[in-house]
């Protein structure tokens, strides 16, 4: 794309997501290490990263994002919290079956 024709919104929102899977994969490993907490923060960080962003190849950022929060919400035993993080997920991608799956785990346990 020249910089003649690039639009600089979609610059600032390409960085965005790119920073948004930064925080991803930060909490995917902070999860992998057990630290509940500081994945919780690495993906609630990602997602303000594409609060007011949407932009090819955010959706499926956004899905797993609102899908690893409840996750971790759930081994946190913070089942009302997980629930809503799973109907976000499921509110980007109804067809979600980890979402689906992570709200009806949080809702039998609350």
């Excluded at 949407?54 to 081994?75: D, K, Q, Y």
Aim: hydrophobic share 35%.
């Amino acid at each position: 794309m020249s910089m003649d024709v690039l639009d600089f919104g979609e610059v600032n929102s390409l960085s965005k997501l790119e920073e948004a899977k930064e925080w991803k994969q930060k909490g995917n490993d902070l999860f992998k290490e057990q630290n509940l907490e500081g994945s919780l923060t690495a993906y609630e960080k990602g997602v303000e990263c594409l609060i007011d962003h949407e932009i090819n190849g955010s959706i499926e950022i956004r899905l797993a994002l609102h899908s690893n929060i409840g996750l971790v919400l759930f081994n946190l035993e913070r089942y009302d919290r997980a629930i809503e993080e799973c109907n976000k997920a499921l509110d980007v991608d109804p067809k979600s079956i980890k979402g689906e799956e992570r709200a009806i785990l949080s809702d039998l346990i609350d």
